[in-house]
């Protein structure tokens, strides 16, 4: 009882200092690197231009309905309700912490992990999870949870060089995300929370294992049958050809194309503005 009341504690010490937070516009996705993708007259694709980070951009009419109650059944099963904070889960966290004397878990909801991903330090302190939480309830009151999921799905990390979504669909399935399938979209939101350990190009047990996690989630929200769970657990995973995504296809005429590009007044006045458009969008 008395862990608990000072978790209380801790709440009403968060609630008091909230006040100094300063308020902050949403920051989209800003400039972050996207790619720009050279095609064939055919439609096949010759090469993916990018700096720095790997985006491909979607929007939420992209995504399918199994996409978007996959990543927030393991992500953040309240998201739809809560207010950008979800308070089960920051008392959850509160009193494990308290417990372990030290941060050990947190209660992240979506908005915060938005947040965190594009504006926020990574910092594990009680400041940085205060300024989290009041400039998440903020953005939620400037945002549809709509453009929050999309500008999330846009910017998270999946591994394998893929930030978003989008990115993700394609370096590991060679799909938009549109057409994944139940057992892809869930193998990838089982991504989202240790990307490193279970890529399935490195770990693909981990990876099969985490989609079960997932799978098994929605099942205990009745967002899907124990039937429908089954069948794609029983899925085979078929991965993109890696190589095909690092080597371009016909490596002299992409680069004359590149050339040709950087060269064109028509995408900006200088080099930078014309480097910028090719690789950052």
């Keep these: 009882m008395g862990r608990r009341l000072a978790a209380l504690a801790c709440v009403t010490a968060l609630v008091a200092t909230a006040c100094s937070v300063e308020p902050l516009d949403d920051p989209g996705i800003g400039d972050r690197a996207l790619t720009s993708i050279v ?17 491909i951009p979607i929007e939420y009419e992209d995504l399918s309905a199994h996409l978007i109650n996959a990543v927030v059944a393991i992500e953040d099963e309240r998201y739809w309700t809560h207010g950008g904070v979800d308070l089960k889960a920051v008392m959850r966290a509160l009193v494990v912490n308290v417990e372990a004397g030290e941060i050990v878990q947190g209660g992240s909801t979506i908005t915060q ?25 903020r953005l939620e009151e400037s945002l549809t949870k709509e453009e929050i999921l999309e500008r999330y799905l846009n910017t998270v ?35 989202i929370r240790r990307p490193t350990r279970t890529d399935p190009f490195l770990y693909p047990d981990a990876a099969v294992e985490r989609r079960k996690v997932v799978l098994d989630k929605l099942v ?17 995973v078929v991965l993109n050809e890696r190589e095909a995504l690092t080597q371009a296809k016909f490596p002299h005429f992409v680069e004359e194309v590149k050339r040709r590009l950087l060269d064109d007044p028509q995408l900006g006045a200088t080099a930078t503005d014309r480097y910028n458009a090719l690789f950052r969008g």
Aim: avoid cysteine; hydrophobic fraction near 40%.
């Design 220 to 236: 205990e929200l009745e967002w899907i049958d124990q039937q429908t769970a089954d069948d794609a657990n029983a899925e085979p």
């Design 157 to 191: 990390y999946f591994g394998s060089g893929a930030y978003g979504v989008g990115t993700a669909a394609e370096v590991y399935f060679g799909k938009r995300v549109s057409e994944l399938t139940l057992g892809e979209a869930a193998l990838l939101a089982g991504l």
């Design 113 to 137: 992990q938005y947040l965190k991903n594009t504006v926020l330090t990574p910092d594990v302190t009680l400041d940085r999870k205060v300024e989290e939480a009041v400039l998440s309830i």
């Design 39 to 55: 095609y064939a007259a055919d439609g096949t694709v010759l090469a993916e231009w990018h700096a720095g980070e790997n985006r």
